[in-house]
């Protein structure tokens, strides 16, 4: 696996917010955060790019809502901010995509000529896989590191449900096999910059 010298490291919604079970049900992968870290840290060490994008819920009661405890990032990520030698971007958003926040991140992007992007975070099938499929339609070369992110059991039409690590496997085949996206671990992508 090449990791592109200026390979942007996109990490989605790390919020404490998502910390509320009672809000969101039960999730899967305990070990993200832990990936989460390690990503950013290789990165930072490597010079490369780290976009952190921040979800400012307009809805009233969200655990996301903006000004709220909730809103702020989890320790994991906020002790990592600004200590990379590279360049460092905060985007701020209130729908699924990173691509549409403030500021643009596809212009902060290719200003900085970046083909390549990394993306991690919470939650895999909401803002993670919108945010990679877009990536994809903009022409990135989007790499998903499917053990960096989690997401929650969900309940659909027609009185279907989830698992946390159905609705995992699912985005995994349809960006991979789709061909939004790549979809790597952690421990390869480590190895790859390292």
């Known amino acids: 696996m090449e990791i592109y ?11 404490k917010g998502f910390d509320r079970s009672d809000f969101w049900g039960r999730r899967n992968n305990p070990g993200a955060e832990e990936n989460i870290a390690a990503l950013i840290d290789v990165w930072q060490e490597s010079g490369r790019p780290v ?25 994991v990520v906020e002790e990592r901010r600004g200590k990379g030698v590279g360049p460092e971007l905060l ?5 699924n995509s990173a691509f549409y926040g403030e500021p643009d991140l ?15 975070g919470i939650q895999t099938n909401m803002c993670n896989e919108t945010t990679a499929r877009m990536g994809g339609n903009l022409g990135y070369d989007v790499l998903f590191v499917l053990d960096a ?16 690590e159905e ?3 699912a985005t995994a085949v349809s960006l991979h096999g789709g061909g939004f996206a790549r979809v790597v671990a952690t421990e390869d992508v480590v190895s790859a910059v390292a």
């Open 5 to 15: 010298e200026n390979a942007a490291l996109v990490v989605v919604d790390v919020q």
């Open 167 to 169: 609705l995992t496997r």
């Open 106 to 120: 596809d212009a902060w992007l290719k200003g900085a000529g970046v083909e390549q992007i990394v993306v991690v």
């Open 51 to 75: 976009v952190f994008v921040r979800h400012d819920s307009v809805e009233p009661g969200s655990p996301l809502e903006a000004g709220t405890e909730g809103n702020g990032f989890k320790d």
């Open 149 to 164: 992110m989690h997401t929650f059991d969900l309940e659909g039409p027609f009185g279907w449900s989830q698992t946390a």
């Open 91 to 95: 985007v701020a958003k209130s729908v």
